[in-house]
């Protein structure tokens, strides 16, 4: 397992009709799994090259990789960091026998842990997101 | 030197401010007069009638805002599986319900206790149900999350310090809520003083 360094870009696809109307921030919503499943731009320079965007997963999310998603502290930023909310980002390759649907994805990757509020606020303080039109 | 001595509101050069007509209602009664028995409307009328006016608004926001998003988790029932990379599920009926419930108690209880409109933002989560997030300012929010399961969860941030999760029961939902908001006032307050 090869976990990825501080300063590293992950990217998540989501469908836009699973955020209200003119909705304008990352919601909480999206970072609540235990396994987030992301591609990491070293493996995928152009985001829009992945199979997401065909089945119309068009909002890309930008996870920007550091220590306060890695480790969350109570209070946040200048508190203790919570052993229970520690994440790990790592490096998943899936293989065509993993999913022989889409294929391979060399730059698959998981954040995992639990996610908390504590965790998905630092999550989304390091993220971005944008659609594509 | 003339001293004009008129203390008649209607008169501009002393009282140059914005004018607001209350309804016939909300005047009734409140004619008044001034020294020179010139008829003036009393102001307490126009105070009454700000309140009114900023509650009406505040009412009005919370009202649009509650459509717009009952709307929305009903659109839910169509979102399908995988909606978001990895594993994902469109989020159960039960939770939808569930969620629209909820979301009518908490704006119930911050217009009741007239609180502006706080950001809420709403989205499925992958593992299946809703979840959304009400936030007061950079450092005080409460996440809600509704699972398929019809489990609530209920998390807060005070002043940027994270409380245990606490499941909880939608009976008890309000109370608890309560006892934020008041707090939050209160701490609110305090750092206007200080």
């Known amino acids: 397992m090869s976990l990825i360094p501080d300063g590293e870009v992950l990217f998540r696809y989501a469908k836009p009709n699973a955020f209200p109307e003119g909705q304008s921030e990352l919601p909480t919503g999206i970072f609540q799994d ?9 493996f995928r320079m152009d985001p829009y090259s992945s199979f997401h965007i065909q089945e119309g997963k068009s909002v890309v999310v930008l996870i920007n990789v550091c220590d306060d998603i890695r480790n969350p502290k109570n209070p946040k930023r200048k508190g203790e960091i919570v052993d229970d909310w520690k994440q790990e980002i790592f490096h998943d390759p899936i293989t065509k026998e993993d999913d022989p649907i889409h294929g391979a994805n060399g730059a698959h990757s998981l954040i995992r842990g639990k996610k908390k509020k504590a965790v998905v606020d630092a999550l989304i303080a390091n993220s971005d997101f944008y659609q594509r039109t | 030197m003339e001293v004009n001595t008129s203390t008649s ?62 709307e929305y988790l009903e659109s839910l ?36 206790k007239n609180f502006s409109l706080p950001r809420i933002l709403m989205s499925p989560i992958p593992t299946g149900g809703i979840s959304f997030d009400l936030r007061f300012d950079v450092d005080n929010s409460i996440l809600f999350t509704i699972h398929d399961d019809e489990n609530i969860e209920m998390e807060c941030e005070r002043d940027g310090e994270y409380n245990e999760v606490v499941e909880v029961d939608t009976s008890i939902i309000s109370g608890l809520f309560s006892d934020y908001l008041r707090e939050y006032e209160l701490d609110t307050r305090w750092r206007s003083f200080v």
């Open chain 1, 34 to 42: 235990p396994n987030l499943s992301c591609d990491w731009k070293k």
């Open chain 2, 9 to 70: 509101i209607f008169d501009k050069k002393q009282a140059p401010f914005i004018f607001i007509i209350p309804t016939d209602e909300e005047t009734e009664n409140t004619e008044v007069y001034d020294r020179e028995q010139t008829p003036v409307i009393d102001t307490s009328a126009f105070q009454l009638n700000l309140d009114n006016i900023y509650k009406r608004k505040i009412e009005d926001n919370y009202n649009d805002f509650l459509k717009s998003r009952i």
């Open chain 2, 77 to 112: 029932k169509n979102l399908g599986d995988n909606w978001i990379t990895g594993d994902s599920k469109q989020p159960s009926l039960k939770s939808i319900e569930k969620a629209k419930n909820l979301l009518d108690l908490v704006i119930k209880n911050l217009i009741e």
